[in-house]
């Protein structure tokens, strides 16, 4: 039995493990609401994704960019070229959140299989 002094402590402690619990469901969660995000961005950023790129998950054929299933850009590729662009494709750095971004690299990444599923 600790002693009664190292009540607060012990407290502490399992309000701690009790937190550390609840992380991989909230990440799961955060995980399926970026993939969701990711994909609604993909159809309806303007000028949309879609419109230049063939992605299955998202259902476009897009046809003036790579298709992006057969690229698999992990998240970083996904993240540097929204943000500066690249020969014929615009930035989006102007017309994106950060949040927005990492929503889209999420998705486009995981989608096409440049990421694995699971990190
Ligand atoms: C106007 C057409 C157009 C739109 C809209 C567009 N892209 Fe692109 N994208 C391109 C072209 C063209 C390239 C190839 C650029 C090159 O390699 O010179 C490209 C390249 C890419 C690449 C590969 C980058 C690399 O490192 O090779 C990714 C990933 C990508 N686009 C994702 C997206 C996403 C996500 C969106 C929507 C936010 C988007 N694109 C919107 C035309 C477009």
């Known amino acids: 039995m600790p002693?009664?002094?190292?009540?607060?402590?012990?407290?502490?402690?399992l309000?701690?493990?009790?937190g550390l619990a609840a992380v991989p469901l909230a990440l799961a969660a955060d995980d399926a609401q970026q993939m969701a995000r990711g994909?609604?961005?993909?159809?309806?950023?303007?000028?949309?994704?879609?419109?230049?790129?063939?992605?299955?998950a998202a259902g476009s054929e897009g046809q003036?960019?790579?298709?992006l299933d057969?690229?698999?850009?992990?998240?970083?590729?996904?993240?540097?070229?929204?943000?500066?662009?690249?020969?014929?494709m615009p930035s989006f750095a102007d017309k994106l959140s950060a949040a927005d971004?990492?929503?889209?690299?999420?998705f486009v990444s995981r989608a096409s299989g440049g990421a694995p599923r699971s990190p």
């Open 64 to 67: 003036v960019g790579p298709v």
């Open 70 to 88: 057969e690229l698999k850009p992990d998240a970083e590729r996904v993240r540097k070229v929204l943000r500066a662009g690249l020969g014929a």
């Open 101 to 106: 971004i990492e929503a889209l690299a999420v």
């Open 39 to 56: 994909k609604a961005l993909f159809t309806q950023t303007q000028p949309a994704c879609a419109v230049c790129h063939t992605l299955a």
């Open 3 to 13: 002693s009664p002094s190292r009540w607060p402590e012990l407290r502490a402690g």
């Open 15 to 18: 309000v701690l493990i009790g």
